[in-house]
């Protein structure tokens, strides 16, 4: 069990190696492509967090024969017909990633029910997948004419079409390739800026009809996919809390093994890179369709920096780290186009800024990003509130190490969503949370 309070110690070095947990993207794409499958798939390395159990325990509930053992995970697949109606409405959690991608299979499947999930759930826009669900064949029910969780969805079949998205989101993506993946004919997905492509690998990895050509992603239904064996790399979200501290303190060197490295993923270490931190990635290899290797971060100074335009897709779930992180660098940092982040777990610029200031930072919120005011210096420190997001618990704890007197997160349960194993893996190189 976690701790509801964990406070995040300074520490005088981040030394050694670790495996993060699995990435919870392409975990939750596992499970769920793997059910689509006919025959027995077997899953290694998955993530642990509450997220994607929650995408396990909602496909069994949709009759999927799955059983989930720590990191592992064996289906005994039946294709695109083994569905079957819930008794009562899937409860998704905190999972966005889970109720958007469901949505797509249980319409694409023709199961009638309601996808749930917890209070920030329900606070989040879903009008970007009723919408292409509609225009799918779908008949979508929900808070505020189905652009809210919980959402009623019915649907006889879905129709093949292009769709044009004006957000960049890999959920809604990936909802629609999924859907379309039930179809006959041509399911396409137009996306304003590249996002996570994970569906789109795991796909062509399994044998689907599938190809990209930015801004194009085409993909030809009916699937007809067979057994397989599905490796999870590491998760580069999570690996950025293990390396979050080792810039700012001499003699560090924190060693990730096995990272997913995407380049829709990688955006972190671009930033990074800009910001003039000392790393490198070694041992570079494919893990089944998708890029993996090791990561080696060091001590370096760091400075401020811009994140704009195509690079916010490519940093969206990293960029509460680098805002702490650019606090404390040399000189201003500007992230823009960033408005997605408000409706995420929580408001994250509204989440992140404060917690900067309370740590007695310099920061101020924009309409779409924020404006960082490096100190050139650890913060001071102090507590603040999780607001229910792993992601600004995770980041303020990583962080804590290098404050004058420490971080103290209430709401610290939050990390479970993502990355349970943090304290335990972030003391082994060093930290002292407790
Ligand atoms: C995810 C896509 C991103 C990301 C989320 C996971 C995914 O969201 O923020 O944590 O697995 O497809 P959007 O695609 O909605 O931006």
Sequence with gaps: MLKAKLKSLPVERMRG?????GDKSISHRALILGSLCQGRVEISGLAQGADVRATAWCLARLGVDLQLDGCDALINGQGLGGFRQPDSALDCGNSGTTLRLLSGLVAGARITT????????QKRPMGRISAPLRKMGALIGGPQDGTRAPLYIECRGVRP??????????????????AGGFAHGLTQVEEPAPTRDHTERMLCFLGADLCTEFPRVSLRGPLDLGPAALRVPGDPSSAAFLCAAAPFIRRSRVVVRDLCLNPTRTGFLEVLRNMGARFETQNLRDVDGEPVGDLVMRYGALRGCTILGRLVPRTIDELVVLALIASMARGETVIKDAAELRHKESDRIAGTVDAINALGGSAE?????????GLDGPLLGGTIRSRGDHRLALAALAIGAVTQRGVSVEGAEAIAVSYPEFVQQFNSLGGSIQ
Excluded: N
Aim: overall charge neutral.
């Design 17 to 21: 190696e670790v495996r993060p947990p």
């Design 365 to 373: 919120a924009t309409d779409d990003g924020m404006l960082i005011h």
């Design 114 to 121: 309601t996808l749930g999930g917890d209070k920030s759930l």
């Design 161 to 178: 079409r292009l769709h044009r998205l004006e957000i960049a989101s890999a959920q809604v993506k990936s909802m629609i390739l999924i």
